[in-house]
């Protein structure tokens, strides 16, 4: 459905070019829910704007991301336009993504005026049973964003994404900055809307346990290991995944050493290496994809010509 | 430690304070030397204004606030200002925790200004070069504006500083919660490794269980102003 190759996105500032995204490749499959997870900074979130091509003008984008059969950085702007919203939606972090000066039932019905030519009454009689489907009840569709709690207003973004009824929704952080029990509820939500295509990122290694399908985690602008979500949560491959997994409290709270490394000037080789307990010399040389049992790894460990 | 007896706290709205939201309701809570106890707890069940009526930080409408035997209630603002160096807050956003106009080094220096306890530029840069080492940050960093310092380099800076008076009571008011789950993990074990090295009680207000269970002594659970059930 989504293919993503050789992408590669970088910014281009004073200090030096930040590789934000550095030569990712992935595929998400029709009806799946493929979930990125990775630290902030880690470009997971820039990876998810390129595809709808949100980023800013100073980002260089290179690559294929072929959603369908087409390339959608070759579209032009006014193609794009037709892909956002209707074939491809986006959910965005809940606090500051709503528009504050427009009622809520506007806001999720826009994408279906602008798309179907649905006209007010018939997009807003639409909308309010998606509110009713996702609990947030319909009589509240004149509301504005102030009335709305952290976890009512990620309801309304999710209304929205699925308001045109897109063939992939992506979503960026969908349970950044709510408290536990909202987080559970969340997670109810997106079970409901599952049997959609979704691309996922998220930090939130609970969310991602509970939706994924398939699991992406991305460190530092590469995608280290891509497995599917049950085999990942008995046993990563990658070191920074068992790493990621460990320093959960429920597994034990044990945090990785080192800090991330800036995306200016990332050490040579694996990007890992400088924090990894298993690094040797040939680290130092730019890790292979390797593939496993269906599963992909970008580490030397499991190279089998290397094993002393 | 720090005891707090029948705390209350209404917060009025409207114009004749027609609506009133109990935030505490009532609640008695008691730290012991050295001990963690966690309070988790939905958005909104008051947990946060618990923890800052123990620090004085919001006056009780109620009850008193009892620390090593003293009614802090009963204090007159310069008593509780000295009071107030054994007691600091470590809050949810870092971010907001800095004016973003000062250095990293200024805003860590500032405690040691205003309770005049160094008595050279020489002495306070000591400390504070210390301090930054214990967290984990580098010289470098203190030179910094809180901008170009990532959220965990400055959760580490927020710590620092809070250290920088030797406090007995801590209360950290979700301090990982806008963290990374390995900022998280290096975080949190970074102030158990400074209570066991220094003897600071911990009121750890957080609404993730997991952790709570892995940092408290006891585990308090909040809703609607009240502690409804408590764990050890």
Not at chain 1, 155 to 172: E, T
Not at chain 2, 65 to 71: N, Q
Request: positive net charge; charged residues 30%.
């Amino acid at each position: 459905m989504l293919e993503i190759e050789d992408l590669k996105v970088y910014f281009r500032t004073n200090a030096g070019i930040v590789k934000a995204v550095d030569d990712v490749s992935f595929e998400v499959r029709k009806g799946e829910n493929f979930t990125i997870i990775g630290e902030s900074g880690s470009g997971k979130s820039v990876l998810a704007q390129a595809i709808l091509r949100l980023l800013p003008k100073n980002a260089e984008i290179c690559g294929r991301i072929i959603f369908n059969g087409k390339d959608l950085l070759k579209l032009s702007e006014k193609e794009m336009r037709r892909i956002r919203g209707k074939e491809i939606a986006w959910i965005p972090q809940s606090q500051t993504s709503l528009n504050p000066v427009l009622n809520v039932g506007f806001q999720c019905a826009e994408p279906l005026m602008e798309h179907f030519r649905m006209d007010k009454k018939s997009a807003f009689a639409r909308i309010i049973r998606i509110f009713e489907f996702l609990g947030i009840g319909g009589n509240r569709i004149r509301e504005y964003p102030h009335q709305f709690s952290g976890g009512m207003r990620q309801r309304v973004l999710v209304a929205m994404g699925i308001s045109a009824d897109p063939k992939l929704i992506i979503a960026d952080e969908p349970t950044k900055g709510l408290d536990a029990s909202k987080r559970s509820q969340i997670v109810e939500l997106f079970r409901k809307i599952g049997d959609k295509t979704m691309l996922i990122i998220t930090h939130d290694i609970n969310f991602a346990e509970n939706l994924a399908d398939r699991i992406a985690v991305m460190y530092c602008g590469k995608i280290v290991e891509v497995s599917p979500a049950k085999e990942f949560f008995r046993e990563p491959l990658h070191p920074y995944s068992r790493g990621l997994l460990d320093s959960l409290p429920s597994r034990g709270l044990k945090p990785i050493k080192g800090f991330q490394p800036s995306m200016i000037n990332p050490p040579k080789g694996c990007r890992f290496r400088e924090r990894c307990e298993f690094a040797r010399e040939i680290c130092k040389d730019e890790p292979p994809l390797i593939s496993l049992n269906g599963r992909f790894v970008r580490c030397w460990l499991y190279d089998r010509g290397n094993w002393d | 430690m720090i005891e707090g007896i029948g705390i209350r706290k209404v917060y009025k709205s409207g114009i004749f304070g027609g609506k009133a939201v109990v935030a505490v309701d009532r609640v008695d809570i008691r730290i012991g030397e050295c001990e963690t106890v966690a309070l988790v707890g939905e958005s909104g069940s008051g947990k946060s204004t618990l923890g800052r009526i123990l620090l004085m930080l919001i006056k009780p409408d109620e009850g008193r606030v009892v620390f090593d035997g003293i009614d802090l209630t009963k204090l007159k603002g310069k008593e509780l200002r000295r009071i107030r160096t054994k007691m600091q807050l470590i809050p949810q956003n870092p971010e907001e925790a800095f004016d973003p106009r000062w250095k990293i080094y200024d805003s860590i220096a500032e405690p040691l200004r205003i309770h005049k306890l160094a008595d050279s530029r020489k002495e306070e840069e000591g400390v504070i070069l210390e301090l930054i080492k214990a967290v984990g940050l580098k010289e470098e960093h203190l030179d910094r504006y809180p901008h170009e310092l990532s959220g965990g380099e400055l959760q580490r800076a927020v710590i620092a500083r809070a250290l920088t008076l030797n406090p007995k009571f801590m209360v950290c008011d979700e301090p990982t919660s806008m963290l990374d789950i390995s900022t998280q993990a290096s975080i949190v074990r970074l102030l158990m490794e400074f209570q066991k090295k220094l003897g600071i009680s911990y009121l750890f207000i957080t609404h993730d269980l997991e952790l709570a269970k892995v940092v408290a002594d006891r585990i308090l659970v909040m809703k609607n102003g009240k502690i409804v059930a408590e764990q050890s």
